[in-house]
């Protein structure tokens, strides 16, 4: 309503100029109800209805809405009853709403519609229009929304189809990543998991495999044995006893190893921690190896610091530096020569072992702790090797927190270096 009184100001403007103070209320307008309907229509055009002669037949009704009202708000002419919503606007001199300057009011009652024909007409027609647009609203929508989840529900789908797959025990399906969205990156992942569980599977195959062959060997080599024994063929001398007990400790160490291995992700591997001397733990392997140095003819050299105290578990952490001594032992060229250092720096200790040759191959290198590799597996199998030794060093230093690596020795052969962390967290 406020916005179609804007619209009276050339009439506002004229009732101002009729009014005459002498005989205030406009006694002209009031005795003539036609004198009120010409002085509208003479001031005002209906908004798209500029040739308009009937003020009473515009689509606004503004004939039987608007009213002229004095000062103290009666109806001089125009609209006799005022509506629930009504607004009114002042008639004032030269538009100056001063105290005492206001003349009388225009008032605009809110728009009543009729029962005629073309009103009902108008209305039938807007309500046409309305559900017209909104079925085209609702079918746009529908249309979208089926956009939308169908470019949703196909990857989900996929995904479904995928974690089935899974789920049976076949990881080799992958599914196309080509969106970019967090959809796609759930494809990623996806594909990682079965990635993941494909080179598990193998490994445990191989592993399986691995170990029943591993155990296969001693255990051949005691049921020939006894066999022989049995049919008399050989006799329980000193000979064949020996070549019985060197297959049972064989096996008892490869049971050893595969049990470390077992529980390497576990937190009983290492169990028994306490502050330890290093030093006074390679010491102690040095001498325990030195009769396999001497019969394989090498030289030990060691370069030790006069103490270095390590958070450790002792009976692993030796068995770690016996474990590579003994490696160096079994495959290193007579005459040789093996280099065993230690030295502390940045909060770690260092433990390194060096030989001379034969060097490792460069691509072999990432593999050697790898469980049942072997560099070159019918030699180390002659020599009483499983491929297990350098796994369980790996597993023991990375329990306490290290790290071990290998690689190209200054001497010719292998270096192989772990660290220990001084202080656990």
């Known amino acids: 309503l406020r916005g179609e009184l804007k619209r009276f100001d050339t009439l506002v403007r004229e009732l101002a100029l009729a009014h005459n103070p002498e005989t205030p209320g406009w006694p002209a307008l009031a ?3 036609r004198a009120w309907n010409d002085f509208v229509r003479a001031h005002f055009s209906p908004p798209g209805n500029p040739d308009q002669e009937e003020v009473n037949s515009d689509p606004l009704m503004i004939g039987d809405r608007l009213a002229l009202l004095n000062v103290s708000g009666l109806r001089i002419a125009g609209a006799p009853k005022r509506t629930a919503t009504f607004d009114q606007r002042p008639i004032c001199v030269e538009r100056r709403c001063d105290e005492g300057a206001t003349l009388g009011y225009i008032r605009l009652n809110a728009p009543v519609f009729s029962d005629s024909t073309s009103d009902a007409f108008f209305i039938r027609g807007q309500y046409a229009s309305l559900a017209f647009s909104a079925l085209i609203a609702l079918l746009v929508s529908a249309a979208a929304a089926f956009l939308i989840a169908r470019q949703i529900l196909i990857p989900i789908k996929r995904l479904e ?90 096996l ?25 001397d290093l030093v006074e733990i390679a010491l102690e392997a040095v001498e325990i190896a030195r009769p396999a140095f001497d019969a394989a003819k090498l030289e030990v050299e060691c370069a030790f610091p006069e103490t270095l105290p390590l958070s450790c578990d002792r009976a692993r952490i030796a068995q770690v530096i016996d474990n590579l001594l003994q490696n160096v032992a079994r495959y290193t060229d007579a005459p040789g020569k093996v280099r065993l250092r230690l030295w502390r720096a940045d909060g770690f200790a260092h433990v390194s072992i060096d030989d001379t040759p034969p060097a490792t191959p460069d691509d072999v290198l990432p593999r050697l702790f790898d469980r049942f590799f072997r560099a070159e597996g019918s030699r180390s199998r002659a020599l009483g090797g499983s491929g297990l030794g350098l796994s369980v060093c790996k597993a023991i230093v990375e329990a306490h927190g290290g790290r071990i690596t290998a690689s190209q020795s200054e001497l010719g052969g292998l270096n192989v270096t772990f660290t220990l962390p001084e202080k656990r967290p």
Request: one cysteine or more; hydrophobic letters at 35%.
């Open 31 to 33: 005795e003539d109800p």
């Open 252 to 276: 008892s160490r490869l049971v050893q190893d595969l049990k470390i291995l077992t529980y390497s992700r576990e937190l009983g591997l290492v169990a028994d921690l306490g502050c330890e």
């Open 161 to 250: 189809a995928g974690a089935k797959t899974l789920a049976s025990g076949d990881y080799s399906k992958r599914i196309d990543k080509d969106r970019t969205d967090e959809l796609g990156d759930l494809i990623a992942h996806y594909n990682v998991l079965a990635e993941t569980l494909a080179r598990t599977s193998q490994a445990e195959r191989e592993w399986i495999s691995n170990t029943s062959h591993e155990l296969q060997t001693p255990l051949a080599v005691l049921r020939a044995q006894i066999e022989a024994l049995q049919d008399g063929v050989r006799q329980p001398n000193q000979e064949t006893l020996a070549e019985m007990h060197a297959a049972q400790m064989r």
